[in-house]
């Protein structure tokens, strides 16, 4: 039986979430027996545009981006955005609360004309996607699952509660009552916590759960001290994109 064609591709992005995929370890090999790789800039040289599954990393950034990823959505039967730029639009979305002319300036200096720039938006804003697999960086166990369900025809089960629900399992202590704040009870669950695990807090970076309680994670921050914009650029780090961070 022929196997599906999978090919990857990167926008705007620190490629990390790719890193995650080359990175599969033992892992790698199930996939690697599963599926053909096609394109795969970063882990090797070949290139080919006749593929099934095309995996879209990072963000959209300039308007000729446009047409490069009409391109691959036209080529691939399913498209999968891999990683938090891609399915958020994520932390390069920073730069959609500047002036761009500012940003274009700040990066590239005396050079800033030659270079193109937009409003950063995920590439659903562009094209359909038809599954999204979240995170940044992803993470490699969820990414394995997803391949699975996808060559099975089903649909990849991701969760739709609040990180909050993975940290008490996990037994932390909520950061809150430690002095800190965290993006949490708003934040899709799928990574069991690992950050508030690890000693940190949530950042957001699963993007919002379907309805989150957005007036309610607005109070508890600010009832931690938090102010108005402090607490819109909690927002924004992950979910610039979005409604709530207008
Ligand atoms: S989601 Fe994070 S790790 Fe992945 S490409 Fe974007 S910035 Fe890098
Ligand atoms: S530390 Fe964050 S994720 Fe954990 S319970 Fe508290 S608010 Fe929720
Ligand atoms: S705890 Fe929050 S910031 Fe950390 S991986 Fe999970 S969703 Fe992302």
């Known amino acids: 039986m022929k196997k599906p064609r999978v090919a990857f591709f990167d926008f705007a992005s620190c490629e990390g979430c790719q890193l995650q995929v080359v990175n599969l370890e033992e892992d790698l090999l199930q996939v690697?027996?599963?599926?053909?790789?096609?394109c795969f800039r970063e882990a090797m040289k070949e290139h080919s545009d006749d593929y099934d599954i095309a995996f879209?990393?990072?963000?959209?950034?300039r308007r000729s981006d446009e047409a490069r990823l009409k391109e691959i959505r036209k080529n691939a039967k399913v498209l999968v955005a891999l990683g938090s730029c891609a399915t958020l639009g994520g932390i390069n979305c920073i730069k959609n609360f500047q002036e761009l002319d500012y940003v274009r300036k700040f990066v590239y200096g005396e050079k800033a004309s030659n270079y193109e720039t937009y409003a950063t938006r995920p590439p659903k804003a562009v094209v359909p996607v038809d599954f999204e697999i979240h995170g940044c960086p992803i993470n490699r166990k969820e990414f394995t699952m997803v391949v699975k369900a996808?060559?099975?025809?089903?649909?990849?089960?991701?969760?739709?509660?609040?990180?909050?629900?993975?940290c008490k399992m996990a037994g932390n202590i909520c950061v809150f009552e430690l002095g800190m704040t965290c993006m949490g009870p708003v934040t899709r669950a799928g990574c069991a916590a690992c950050c508030v695990t690890e000693g940190s807090i949530c950042w957001?970076?699963?993007g919002l759960v379907d309805d989150p309680n957005?007036?309610?994670e607005?109070?508890?921050?600010?009832?931690?001290?938090?102010?108005?914009?402090?607490?819109?650029?909690?927002?924004?780090l992950y979910t610039g994109f979005s409604e709530v961070a207008k």
């Open 32 to 38: 690697l027996e599963a599926v053909d790789v096609v």
């Open 56 to 61: 879209v990393e990072g963000s959209i950034t």
């Open 150 to 166: 996808l060559l099975l025809g089903k649909k990849p089960e991701v969760p739709n509660y609040p990180v909050c629900v993975e």
């Open 204 to 206: 957001g970076c699963r």
């Open 214 to 216: 957005v007036d309610s």
């Open 218 to 236: 607005r109070e508890i921050l600010a009832t931690h001290g938090l102010s108005v914009n402090d607490i819109l650029n909690k927002f924004r």
